[in-house]
C-alpha cells in the first residue's frame, strides 16, 4: 500500500480561514500529514491509501472555501 499526495489550491484570506481547513484535515481519519499554507494559497495532503480524492476535496468545500484547482498524486482533477 502506498500514500497519496493531494494538492489543492484554495482561496484564504485570513488564518481564520487556512484554520478550518487544518481543523477539517485534522478529524479525517486516514490523513497522514497536511501542510496549509495561507501565503501560497495551498493545502499539501498526504493520506494513506484508503482515502481517496473525492473525500478530501468534500471535506474541504465544506469549510465554504472556493477551491481553484486539485492535484491527486501529480495529475491535475477536477474540482
Given at each position: 500500500?502506498?500514500d497519496h499526495h493531494y494538492?489543492?489550491?484554495?482561496?484564504?484570506?485570513?488564518?481564520?480561514?487556512?484554520?478550518?481547513?487544518?481543523?477539517?484535515?485534522?478529524?479525517?481519519?486516514?490523513?497522514?500529514?497536511?501542510?496549509?499554507?495561507?501565503?501560497?494559497?495551498?493545502?499539501?495532503?498526504?493520506?494513506?491509501?484508503?482515502?481517496?480524492?473525492?473525500?478530501?476535496?468534500?471535506?474541504?468545500?465544506?469549510?465554504?472555501?472556493?477551491?481553484?484547482?486539485?492535484?491527486?498524486?501529480?495529475?491535475?482533477?477536477?474540482?
Amino acid at each position: 500500500m502506498s500514500d497519496h499526495h493531494y494538492k489543492f489550491n484554495v482561496t484564504m484570506t485570513c488564518g481564520g480561514c487556512s484554520g478550518a481547513i487544518e481543523r477539517v484535515l485534522k478529524k479525517l481519519d486516514g490523513v497522514k500529514e497536511y501542510n496549509v499554507s495561507l501565503d501560497t494559497q495551498t493545502a499539501d495532503i498526504t493520506t494513506a491509501d484508503s482515502v481517496s480524492y473525492e473525500t478530501v476535496l468534500e471535506k474541504i468545500k465544506k469549510t465554504g472555501k472556493t477551491i481553484n484547482s486539485g492535484e491527486a498524486d501529480g495529475v491535475t482533477m477536477a474540482v
